[in-house]
Structure formats: C-alpha cells, structure tokens
Nanobody
C-alpha cells in the first residue's frame, strides 16, 4: 500500500501561483501513474493532471493546459503540481492518487484546499 500526503494548498488571488506536493511512502514502486484530482462543493471530481512512471507522459484537463504542470521526483518520492495563472474556478479540494500498472487509482491522499479569490 502507498500512503500519500498532499501539501501546498492555500488562499491566493486570481492570477497567482501555488505548488502542490504529493509525498509518498510505503510501496512507492506501485506508483506507476500518479494523478492530481480536484473536487469543488456541489461538483463532480475532475482529473486535473496525471504523470507516468518515467515522467515523460503527462495528461491534463483541458481547462488547465498551459497553466498547470505536473512533475515527479523519484529521489524524493514526490509528485508536484505547479499551478500558475490561477482562476476562481480552480477553487477546490485537490487530491493526489496513485495507480499500479494497468490498475485503477487505489491509493488516495486526504487532500489540500486551494482557494482562489477574485
């Protein structure tokens, strides 16, 4: 099992930046895919970004392309989400999760709140 802990959330004005971290422990070799997700009150959870083991393949939610960047540091067992040009619509609870090869996301963190004021 993988344990994930998010950090880096907070309150920021529109146009500002935040960098989220997802620190992993336990069976980190199971972290083939790591994704960042978000859920705002009254809305469904969205997959914001994902990255594979190599760090080469990444995918992004259309609305965050060009503003958010996902990356991973194997030495630190940490995956990051750099968020620039933040908008009020980005306000949500952000989670990270990991998946094994060919599997579903099965390890989840508790989340970190991101609030963007207008």
């Amino acid at each position: 099992q993988v344990q994930l802990v998010e950090s880096g959330g907070g309150l920021v004005q529109a146009g500002g930046s935040l960098k989220l971290s997802c620190a992993a422990s336990g069976r980190t070799s199971n972290m083939y895919i790591v994704g960042w997700f978000r859920q705002a009150p009254g809305k469904e959870r969205e997959t914001v970004a994902a990255i594979d083991w190599s760090g080469v393949r990444t995918d992004y939610l259309e609305s965050v392309k060009g503003r958010f960047t996902i990356s991973r540091d194997h030495a630190k067992n940490t995956v990051y989400l750099q968020m620039n040009s933040l908008k009020p619509d980005d306000t949500a609870l952000y989670y990270c999760a990991s998946a094994r090869p060919g599997g579903e996301y099965d390890s989840w963190g508790q989340g970190t709140q991101v609030t963007v004021s207008s």
